[in-house]
């Protein structure tokens, strides 16, 4: 790399090391064989981490002792494993609601992933509260997960969606927020940080607007829980979701955050064991919040791995990932930006580490497959936001996306295949 970007101490600058970080993730040190002869061994560069993180040993550690000694199922055995595994399962939840920011942990429902926490809001709340004609605002720049499950709901119950614009830049369009509210608007929800473009939305400003006209907020932190410092009271949200595959956890674990005033007038999600009081034949009465959520055994195991995580991050700061992660992406954009025709989408000067770009004409399915060959995992697709590609008139993008265990020598690795691509290509490119 540059020497003049080098800070004299990781320690100093970003208040860890990431390099040392990088040796409590076994999986980093995996090398590939490359070559007609598999002659050339190539070290990982995982670059893909808006679709999922890796694991350091904590997490992965809390679920083997969580098999080996603490296994059953929770809120139910009356033996001492079905102690244990619930005393862990509910201290994964108080270590998420402090994590967040949340009042209490009565907040913090358990799901299976972001994805699942939004269709939740959506089956439940959208259930309890919507009406024939309301309105959901939400953006052109959401992941599936935050635009199927209203357009579903949308169709069940003829509800009217409506769209903040994105701009050129990867930006909101809200300059005059209230104009996107009438007097049928519902619900806001809204992506902290974009999966395409990084960019960070200001969401204090949406929620304050948002609550002028008395409408509650959900927040998509699929990408902004795992690299920025989160407080949902600061925030003033309604929801919020996130999955702990994205944020150093387990698979198939994720939370919603929600107000306890809306987890109380809701309706259930799912029906089933756990999430009832009474049961007769023709009706049931429902568990206190947050269990009413929380239909049949859960995934423990997951959720223990998901409180050793954010045990892992808290533990080397919110604030230091973010401003280290600031720093790679600067340094990544800069170097991108040398290299002769490479298009970067994406240019909000609020953004987190995530960086979608074209080279040449290359299609992104070859760039991701010219840099697998250089052990480079990048993704390439349309990054489950279809609309957004439509908008900018692409079919995919190429991604690359960090974490706190990137360092600035595997962005150098990914500008030095660039490069050797570009040879590759010759005139196509
Ligand atoms: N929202 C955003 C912004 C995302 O990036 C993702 C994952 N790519 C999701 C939602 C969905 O997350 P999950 O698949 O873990 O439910």
Request: charged share 25%.
């Amino acid at each position: 790399m540059k020497e003049t970007q080098q800070p004299e101490s990781w320690e100093s600058a970003v208040g860890f090391d990431p390099h040392r970080v990088r040796q409590d993730f076994p999986i980093l040190k995996e090398t590939f064989r490359r070559g007609r002869q598999g002659e050339r061994s190539v070290p990982l560069v995982y670059l893909d981490n808006a679709a999922t993180t890796q694991k350091p040993r904590p997490v992965i550690q809390a679920v083997v002792d969580y098999y080996e000694h603490a296994n059953a199922n929770v809120h139910r055995a009356i033996h001492t494993l079905g102690d244990r595994a619930t005393e862990l399962y509910e201290a994964s939840r108080r270590k998420l609601a402090r994590f967040l920011g949340a009042a209490s942990e009565r907040e913090i429902v358990f799901t299976r992933g972001t994805t699942e926490a939004i269709n939740l809001v959506a089956a439940a709340w959208g259930r309890t509260f919507l009406n024939p004609g309301d309105e959901i605002l939400l953006t052109e720049m959401e992941h599936h997960s935050n635009l199927i499950p209203w357009q579903l709901l949308a169709r069940e119950k003829q509800l009217t969606l409506r769209f903040i614009p994105f701009q050129a830049d990867g930006t909101l369009a809200l300059e005059h927020l209230d104009r996107y509210f009438t007097p049928r608007t519902r619900l806001v929800a809204v992506t902290h940080m974009s999966n395409v473009f990084g960019t960070i939305n200001p969401i204090k400003a949406i929620v304050a607007a948002a609550h002028r006209f008395d409408v509650p907020v959900l927040v998509d932190g699929a990408q902004s829980a795992p690299h920025m410092p989160v407080n949902v009271q600061e925030l003033d949200c309604d929801f919020f979701a996130l999955s702990g595959h994205k944020m150093c956890g387990p698979t198939g674990i994720g939370v919603l955050y929600a107000r306890e005033k809306w987890l109380e007038a809701m309706e259930p999600y799912h029906g089933g064991g756990e999430m009832i009081r009474s049961v007769w034949l023709d009706r049931a009465t429902w568990n206190d919040i947050p269990y009413k959520f929380e239909a049949g055994t859960p995934n423990i195991a997951g959720a223990v791995g998901l409180g050793a995580a954010v045990e892992y991050l808290s533990a080397i700061g919110m604030e230091n990932i973010a401003r280290y992660e600031r720093f790679l992406t600067r340094y990544a954009l800069e170097r991108l930006r040398e290299i002769p025709g490479v298009r970067i989408f994406g240019e909000a000067p609020e953004r987190g580490g995530v960086l979608s770009f074209y080279v040449g004409q290359i299609h992104p399915h070859d760039v991701a497959q010219f840099l697998d060959a250089e052990g480079i995992a990048i993704r390439a697709g349309h990054h489950c936001a279809q609309p957004i590609m439509r908008k900018l008139g692409v079919m995919a993008t190429a991604r690359a996306s960090f974490y706190f265990y990137n360092t600035p020598e595997e962005v150098d690795r990914l500008i030095q295949s660039i490069n050797k691509m570009k040879e590759f290509f010759g005139n196509g490119f």
